[in-house]
């Protein structure tokens, strides 16, 4: 275990004279608006992996293993473990290399775990049992510190065999161009508050008018602000249940509130705020709502067109081992048709312009045919 600043330092030095370095975390995220961060993994090689004791250490010197170019770190699934360490560090990555993502264009599954890979790697099954232990507790046990080692103890198998893949199908540009997305600045900026209503996972809302759309839009975007304020979770503050029985009820005073099913705490501590959203939302242009009833011919006709896209893509990801995710999502992909074959152009840039989107615009504009590749195969343009 790596717990005082002088091991820290001297671990660090070692990774900067390292081309290749493995990084993971392991945190804990049930009452605070960001994960709390318990442990840092490091691997130099299989017999050369340490754990450091992040709830005890300023991690600021591990910055300089992220911020410098000549030293590749290794992580999967990276997103979120890159912004937990930006947020200790205060370095963002300048040389990553996501083991997930490349998996992806390699014939393997974009969302494979790591455990999948590791086994798909050297053959070896990797435990599960402390994915949800207390990593901020000490001392960590025997068999928590063996467990954070092991995900960074195969980390270089998994890496080596996905660089012989990538090479031998001629993809090796293709990973520098998405790993490149990692050094993107945006990515460790916070997210757009009037966007959190999308993380709202509870029926009704389609059911909502315009007005009342835009006052839960409001809503969200407050809660989101006052439990980033107060490191609480979202449903601390209140549940996404209350967020939409507000956005309906639209309380206007104080008197409103008080017949609303909030508690006396909460009027008294959010009720200003809450006041303030839903007034907001109540003078801002109403938003879309969803068509209700039987689709008309166009529905029916752009629903028909989204599935021709969707049969071109599948087909060409099959044969090709890629993963359609990391091409285009469902709803990415349903944007670009409705867009037509301007949109394609725009979005489907680099490798994945000269893989699907070219031929995708041309089938958008009705010159490129789709066919069954065989009495069994896939659907081929």
């Not at 997930?100 to 435990?127: F, K, Y």
């Not at 409103?256 to 242009?285: C, N, S, Y």
């Not at 489907?348 to 789709?370: C, H, Y």
């Amino acid at each position: 275990m790596i717990d005082t600043p002088d091991a820290l330092d001297a671990l660090v030095d070692r990774c900067l004279a390292a081309e290749v370095v493995m990084l993971d975390t392991e945190f804990v995220w049930e009452r605070t608006f960001v994960p709390a961060l318990g442990v840092v993994q490091v691997g130099l090689g299989p017999d050369d992996v340490h754990v450091i004791d992040a709830a005890a250490l300023d991690l600021a010197p591990l910055g300089r293993v992220l911020d410098d170019p000549g030293t590749q770190v290794v992580l999967h699934d990276a997103t979120q473990d890159l912004q937990i360490l930006a947020r200790a560090t205060g370095a963002r990555p300048r040389n990553v290399f996501d083991t997930q993502r490349v998996a992806g264009l390699v014939g393997l599954s974009g969302s494979s775990s790591l455990q999948d890979l590791v086994e798909w790697a050297t053959g070896i099954h990797l435990e599960n049992g402390e994915t949800r232990t207390d990593w901020l507790r000490r001392p960590l046990s025997d068999k928590q510190v063996e467990y954070a080692l092991d995900d960074v103890r195969y980390m270089p198998a998994v890496r080596d065999k996905l660089l012989a893949e990538a090479a031998a199908r001629g993809r090796m540009d293709w990973i520098a161009e998405e790993m490149a997305r990692y050094e993107d600045a945006a990515l460790f900026e916070p997210a757009d508050e009037m966007d959190a209503v999308n993380r709202l996972k509870i029926a009704g809302i389609g059911r909502l008018s315009g007005r009342a759309r835009s006052v839960l839009r409001h809503l969200a975007a407050w809660r989101e602000r006052e439990a980033r304020d107060l490191d609480r979770t979202r449903r601390m503050v209140l549940p996404d249940e209350g967020i939409l029985d507000l956005a309906v009820r639209a309380p206007t005073s104080d008197d409103d509130l008080a017949r609303t099913p909030l508690t006396d705490k909460q009027r008294a501590r959010f009720g200003a705020g809450i006041l303030a959203a839903v007034q907001a939302g109540l003078d801002a242009e109403p938003e879309a709502t969803e068509r209700r009833g039987r689709p008309g011919p166009e529905d029916e006709r752009d629903a028909a067109r989204l599935l021709v896209a969707q049969a071109f893509l599948a087909g060409r990801c099959a044969s090709e081992g890629v993963d359609p995710s990391l091409v285009a999502p469902k709803a990415v992909l349903k944007d670009l048709v409705d867009g037509g074959a301007e949109a394609v152009a725009e979005a489907l840039t680099g490798w994945r312009a000269a893989f699907v989107g070219d031929d995708l615009a041309s089938l958008l504009r009705g010159d490129l045919a789709l066919r069954l590749d065989g009495p069994d195969g896939w659907p081929a343009a």
